[in-house]
Nanobody, 116 residues
Framework: QVRLVESGGGLVQAGGSLRLSCAAYGTIISGSDMGWYRQAPGKQRELVALITTGYTRNYADSVKGRFTISRDNALNTVYLQMDNLLPEDTAVYYC??????????WGKGTLVTVSS
């Protein structure tokens, strides 16, 4: 059974930083694309950042230059470093794995709240 467990969310002031982690269980992430998504109250879930098996990174325009996605295949973990946080970054952040068999799995999410 595949499980993704996010951690690192919390309350931070605007301009601050947080680092999210997503640990994967029941699968090996090295053969999978990994992503971070977020969902703010009343809004649809949106892609924040994606890192492929070949370490290609893609970011939403709203976070370019502020967020960095990385992966440690040895630890089976993906990270999202978030700097210069803005109040509009407030959301529940979800980890996603898209396996090489075409399966998608989600974590339960971690809440990030940015105060102004």
């Amino acid at each position: 059974q595949v499980r993704l467990v996010e951690s690192g969310g919390g309350l931070v002031q605007a301009g601050g930083s947080l680092r999210l982690s997503c640990a994967a269980y029941g699968t090996i992430i090295s053969g999978s694309d990994m992503g971070w998504y977020r969902q703010a109250p009343g809004k649809q879930r949106e892609l924040v950042a994606l890192i492929t098996t070949g370490y290609t990174r893609n970011y939403a325009d709203s976070v370019k230059g502020r967020f960095t996605i990385s992966r440690d295949n040895a630890l089976n973990t993906v990270y999202l470093q978030m700097d210069n946080l803005l109040p509009e970054d407030t959301a529940v952040y979800y980890c996603n794995i898209h396996t090489n068999r075409g399966m998608n799995y989600w974590g339960k999410g971690t809440l990030v709240t940015v105060s102004s």
